[in-house]
């Protein structure tokens, strides 16, 4: 069983900065892709960033520019930087890795929320 922990959400004021952190915990033998999404009140989940297992990069057209997906293979974790937030940055932001372990699938995180007044 692989557990995902987000941390790093917050309150903070437009054009602030905020990093998200994704830890992956169990039984690990690799992160192949990894993604972070976020959900706003009353609108769909949507896909902000992703980062192949080759370093590849993504970003909803929204956040590029200012959101940069990184990793650190050791710690089995994701990060999402968050720079220049907007207040319609604000959501529940979700991370989502597929993981090779005992089982080859993807798991989610809980959900961190973000807060950006403005």
């Known amino acids: 069983q692989v557990q995902l922990a987000e941390s790093g959400g917050g309150l903070v004021q437009a054009g602030g900065s905020l990093r998200l952190s994704c830890a992956a915990s169990?039984?690990?033998?690799?992160?192949?892709?990894m993604a972070w999404y976020r959900q706003a009140p009353g609108k769909l989940r949507e896909l902000v960033a992703t980062?192949?297992?080759?370093?590849?990069?993504n970003y909803a057209d929204s956040v590029k520019g200012r959101f940069i997906v990184s990793r650190d293979n050791a710690k089995n974790t994701v990060y999402l930087q968050m720079n220049s937030l907007k207040p319609e940055d604000t959501a529940v932001y979700y991370c989502?890795?597929?993981?090779?372990?005992?089982?080859?699938?993807?798991?989610w995180g809980r959900g961190t929320q973000v807060t950006v007044s403005s």
């Open positions: 980062l192949t297992g080759s370093g590849l990069t």
């Open positions: 989502n890795l597929f993981v090779v372990g005992v089982r080859q699938r993807d798991y």
């Open positions: 169990g039984i690990i033998v690799s992160i192949n892709s």
